[in-house]
T-cell receptor
Framework: EDQVTQSPEALRLQEGESSSLNCSYT??????LFWYRQDPGKGPEFLFT???AGEEKEKERLKATLTKKESFLHITAPKPEDSATYLC?????????????FGQGTILTVHP | KAGVTQTPRYLIKTRGQQVTLSCSPI?????VSWYQQTPGQGLQFLFE???????NKGNFPGRFSGRQFSNSRSEMNVSTLELGDSALYLC?????????????FGPGTRLTVL
């Protein structure tokens, strides 16, 4: 069974204090790994898609990386508006292309 | 380009009732997936539709059903509501069926069962 584990469950940072979120996955074969950001009461907002080990993508203060067993979301010099829940999801071989398996998320709080 | 639209945004129902939720995809998106989000279980896959056909179904009871129309709009139905069905129901759409491209989510429908 496909599994996605995110750590830590919650992370509190001071503004400007860089850190990383972890997403470990167990799948028979990875088609794609997706990062989303979710604000309270809203739907997940797409951030990045990664397809193969060694791939990296950046957007403003965020950088996502992928290895064969995990992905990291690096946050550089975060601001209070980066506070949200960050979700990691995988699209695995052997299932339909519309099914994502999600981790439980990391709740990020950035204090000014 | 307009995003994914879900209606209604909020619903309050009582146990035993049934409910229908609607999802209108981004223009050009033909694949629609539904997810249930709860604090305890997180985001769980319900089902996926493409070309008016259900392509996959998650581990939910038969009380949960869905359909897709020729214009790619989708509805999901929950019959005989239970307290545990209270959740945020999310619809996600993407362009194609056989590619692991990105799913874009709607704002969700918040269902409360009393």
């Amino acid at each position: 069974e496909d599994q996605v584990t995110q750590s830590p469950e919650a992370l509190r940072l001071q503004e400007g204090e860089s850190s990383s979120l972890n997403c470990s996955y167990t799948v028979s074969g990875l088609r794609g790994l997706f990062w989303y950001r979710q604000d309270p009461g809203k739907g997940p907002e797409f951030l990045f898609t990664l397809y193969s080990a060694g791939e990296e993508k950046e957007k403003e203060r965020l950088k996502a990386t992928l290895t064969k067993k995990e992905s990291f979301l690096h946050i550089t010099a975060p601001k209070p508006e980066d506070s949200a829940t960050y979700l990691c999801a995988v699209q695995a071989d052997g299932t339909s292309y519309g099914k994502l398996t999600f981790g439980q998320g990391t709740i990020l709080t950035v204090h000014p | 380009k307009a995003g994914v639209t879900q209606t209604p945004r909020y619903l309050i129902k009582t146990r035993g009732q049934q409910v229908t939720l609607s999802c209108s995809p981004i223009s050009g998106h033909r694949s629609v997936s539904w997810y249930q989000q709860t604090p305890g279980q997180g985001l769980q896959f319900l089902f996926e539709y493409f070309s008016e056909t259900q392509r996959n179904k998650g581990n939910f009871p038969g009380r949960f059903s869905g359909r897709q129309f020729s214009n790619s709009r989708s509805e999901m139905n929950v019959s005989t509501l239970e307290l545990g069905d209270s959740a945020l129901y999310l619809c996600a759409t993407k362009t194609s069926f056989r590619v692991a491209d990105t799913q874009y989510f709607g704002p969700g429908t918040r269902l409360t069962v009393l």
